[in-house]
């Protein structure tokens, strides 16, 4: 009987500790702004900021889900954002079209800033995968926000990647 108590007590810790983490976690798949000293974005829900990813990118999020069959080791859809000093706008825009299965490509202007979409399919490891890319030219680098998505997932994700790339915004 004098081991119920703290037995109760610890499982009510436990339970209390759990319901806190679930929380935590939910909350980190929700829409947040992303904002720096080079560009502000919306990261979609769903999606997952890498704070302490790969120092060679801006910014880092990645779905929640993963692919099914052979692509159960990869997420659903990436984003990566990286500032780049030692290319052109054309030669990223031309880096972006390469080895592609398909291209769509249109101008755009982000911030007052030239800019291109460009969105193509590549076969990645064994899966099909559609990337798209927003190019934008700045002075003295070019922004290139890239999303990539399991191409069977493209239609779940099409609003949200939509969404983000209007929400980018270039800081002068």
């Known amino acids: 009987m004098e081991l119920l108590i703290p037995g109760l007590l610890l499982v009510a810790l436990m339970v209390y500790a759990s319901t806190r ?4 976690a939910a909350r980190a798949f929700e829409e947040e702004t992303i904002d720096t000293d080079y560009f502000s974005l ?14 060679a990118f801006a910014f880092q999020a990645y779905s929640k889900e993963f692919g099914k069959d052979d692509a159960e080791n990869l997420r659903q859809a990436i984003i990566d954002v990286s500032i780049v000093t030692d290319k052109t706008f054309d030669a990223l825009c031309d880096d972006a079209k390469s080895g592609a299965e398909s291209v769509i490509e249109r101008p755009d ?8 979409s460009i969105e193509v399919e590549r076969e990645i490891g064994g899966c ?9 030219d700045t002075p ?7 999303t990539n ?3 069977e997932y493209i ?3 099409f609003r949200k990647i939509n969404e983000m ?3 980018l915004r270039i800081k002068k």
């Open 21 to 24: 983490i679930k929380k935590s």
């Open 42 to 55: 919306i990261k979609p829900e769903g999606f997952l900021h890498l704070i302490n990813g790969d120092a």
């Open 109 to 116: 202007e982000i911030s007052d800033m030239k800019a291109r």
């Open 128 to 136: 099909e995968m559609v990337i798209r890319y927003l190019i934008v």
């Open 140 to 146: 003295g680098r070019v922004f290139q926000l890239q």
């Open 149 to 151: 998505v399991l191409k």
């Open 155 to 157: 239609n779940d994700y």
């Open 165 to 167: 790339e209007d929400s």
